[in-house]
């Protein structure tokens, strides 16, 4: 019933435009259906497109929605934030030719079903925690965007590949949290990845879950060669700071170097055998 008023009051509601839009969704528990399920949201979202929303945000709850690429159309949208959704194949298509004015895309806890995150126009890129790809292991995936200046990326190496990052000559920050036990990711793609973000002048670089282990040799580290600050926590400055030091060299231009350690960690203790 809530559902229908809602339809109905964005129906009749005069055309008047909008800065911003923000959908707090819940599909009810145990929905097989997903696409059924997401049809109401699908329109809502369509109609403040068509009010010329320059910012949207969708934030579901339970199971994902199942988000229609057709309703990406708008030549006013700048901001996307989308949280627990299905990103079905052809969905950047979309975003790519109907939201031509987009600079800031957030996605978390999302399903991407292409082998691609690409975009030509958006600047701020943040992949937060739980975005995941449907292919598995043996299919590369990638993220291009060639005019982004800023991404942040979080990955669970334990269930995921570390993408490849390609056409990102524009970056100029770059914040990477990595998680989990390094299962489907070597020492060439962590350097491929890397080389991705090898244009940057700051990088925020962290590891969540216990310690780094990286092969003896530099292979796995790209050239920075415009990097002015770098940080770095625990994991990354442990035992013998073997990956902190492959970080310093091969970052020639830096002067500004950011060690977050643990609370119950200090120096002293890192330094011990």
């Not at 570390?162 to 770059?174: F, G, I, R, V, Y």
């Amino acid at each position: 019933m809530f559902k229908k008023f809602v339809t109905r009051f964005l129906l009749l509601r005069n055309r008047v435009g909008l800065d911003e839009f923000r959908l707090d969704y819940s599909l009810a528990c145990g929905t097989e259906d997903l696409n059924a399920g997401s049809v109401d949201a699908n329109l809502w979202i369509s109609h403040v497109l068509q009010w010329n929303a320059r910012a949207v945000k969708v934030v579901n709850r339970e199971n994902r929605l199942e988000l229609d690429p057709a309703v990406f159309t708008s030549s006013f949208l700048r901001r996307l934030h989308i949280s627990s959704a299905r990103l079905v194949p052809g969905f950047f298509d979309q975003l790519q030719v109907g939201c031509p004015a987009l600079e800031y895309l957030f996605l978390s806890d999302c399903l991407v079903m292409d082998l691609e995150i690409y975009s030509n126009t958006v600047k701020v890129l943040i992949l937060a925690e739980e975005v995941d790809f449907s292919c598995d292991h043996d299919y590369p995936i990638s993220i291009s965007a060639p005019s982004a200046i800023s991404v942040s990326i979080e990955c669970d190496l334990s269930v995921a590949r570390l993408p490849t990052l390609k056409n990102m000559a524009s970056l100029e920050t770059a914040s990477v949290l990595l998680s989990g036990h390094v299962t489907a990711c070597d020492a060439d793609g962590i350097r491929q990845f890397l080389g991705g973000l090898s244009h940057v002048t700051s990088l925020d670089f962290r590891y969540k879950d216990g310690k780094l282990t990286m092969e003896k040799n530099i292979r796995w580290c790209a050239t920075f060669s415009n990097l002015i600050n770098l940080t770095v926590d625990t994991p990354c400055v442990r035992a013998d700071f073997y990956a902190l030091i492959v970080f310093l060299q091969n970052s020639h231009s830096l002067k500004k170097l950011t060690l977050k350690l643990d609370q119950a960690c200090d120096l002293c203790h890192i330094m011990d055998p």
